[in-house]
């Protein structure tokens, strides 16, 4: 026995420490996002989130204005201004006048360009080219360097989001489908889950397997023979064949689940509701029911945030129909048509849970509530 109670504690330590490297792996990349999505652009773009508390090195190259913007100054004919035009200003440590060497100089040195020109270019960002004979030429010259840039972050990213155009009649649909695509399938699964559970008809066994069985079927393979069907009947590109859609897609699961959670109610409850003289429906609606809704929020927590997420089915069952667009697709379109706006990326991601986690702190008393205590003695 001692050497059991001894073991005790190092069991326990290994499963607190294992309980802490999952809880970090799902927290370190949701930390890092929200760190990226207060970060520059330009920053983004170039360094990981782990560095946003230290100076960024960032190599850019910046095109001179053409001959025509140069200005006579002591006999010298001079092209003048800042490379940082624009842009956020950083510290220059190199800079150059070829792609072959980018930071040939440092900054403050003179370097000799072809024609007799000369170029310098300061710490600051300003930048001189010079030469004893007038220039000529259509295109300016490139300017390579080196910036070092503090760290800078900015509530922009999340004014682009949130303030953009259609952004809040994106709210207003994506309210429209996931609201009815969360509420009709537990509607229906509710009633065809405890019909599974407790009434007694030929061809229940084969019902649950079917059901069951729906849940390996992959959805992607009935969205166009859906839509096709959709269209003919006339709720094709219309929020009831989104909303149908999802309810079909969502069924399975939800009838499984709440099925074997039905099961599990006490026996002797619905037995004593029955010698009592009530009906199914009665014991359904106020036994059964009420002694549910922990499976309820849990399904309804996964459908919602199943829902509001999606993106392929409300593009093939809406389309890109500006008064229809969802969050998503129109967060998509914010991305531009590279998707490399990664600032935009992070912040509209952020946007988009809030609804999500307000639904799922809502629900998740009901996920730890005793119902069942004390309704058996």
Do not use: C
Not at 125 to 136: C, L, Q, T
Not at 147 to 154: A, E, G, M, N, Y
Not at 268 to 284: H, L, P, T
Not at 327 to 354: D, H, K, P, Q
């Amino acid at each position: 026995m001692d050497g059991i109670a001894g073991r005790r504690p190092l069991l326990i330590w290994a499963v607190h420490l294992s309980v802490a490297a999952l809880v970090l792996l799902w927290t370190i990349p949701t930390f890092g996002l929200l760190v990226s999505s207060f970060r520059d652009g330009d920053q983004l773009s170039v360094s990981g989130w782990w560095t946003a508390l230290t100076p960024t090195e960032r190599n850019i190259v910046y095109r001179a204005p053409a001959a025509e913007a140069q200005v006579e100054q002591a006999g010298q004919w001079v092209i003048s201004g800042n490379v940082f035009e624009g842009q956020a200003a950083g510290e220059i440590t190199k800079f150059g006048f070829s792609s072959k060497a980018p930071t040939a100089f440092d900054a403050g040195q003179s370097a000799e360009l072809t024609k007799g020109r000369t170029l310098s270019v300061m710490a600051n960002g300003d930048y001189r080219i010079a030469s004893s004979e007038e220039m000529k030429g259509k295109r300016g010259a490139r300017i390579f360097f080196t910036s070092i840039d503090p760290p800078r972050f900015t509530l922009e990213n999340y004014r682009n989001v949130m303030f953009s155009e259609g952004i809040g009649r994106s709210f207003i649909n994506t309210l429209t489908v996931t609201i009815p695509a969360t509420i009709i399938p537990i509607l229906i699964a509710a009633f065809a889950a405890y019909a599974l559970a407790w009434m007694k008809f030929p061809g229940r066994s084969l019902l649950l397997a079917v059901v069951v069985g729906l849940l390996v079927v992959p959805l992607q393979m009935s969205l166009i023979p859906l839509l096709r069907l959709y269209t003919d009947v006339g709720i094709g590109k219309s929020y009831v064949g989104v909303w149908l859609a999802h309810t079909g897609f969502g069924l399975p699961l939800a009838i499984y689940l709440l099925r074997n959670y039905i099961k599990g109610l006490p026996k002797e409850i619905i037995e004593s509701a029955k010698v009592d003289g009530a009906s199914d429906f009665d014991i359904f609606r106020k036994i059964v029911l009420p002694l549910s809704f922990p499976a309820l929020a849990s399904f309804a927590i996964f459908q919602f945030l199943w829902v509001w997420n999606d993106l392929l089915i409300a593009t093939v069952f809406l389309g890109n129909n500006e008064e229809q667009l969802v969050m998503t697709a129109r967060l998509r379109e914010l991305l531009g048509s590279r998707g490399g706006n990664w600032e935009i990326l992070t912040a509209s991601a952020f946007v988009s849970i809030a609804v999500p986690l307000l639904v799922f702190f809502s629900l998740q008393r009901y996920l730890v509530r005793g119902l069942l205590a004390g309704s058996v003695k």
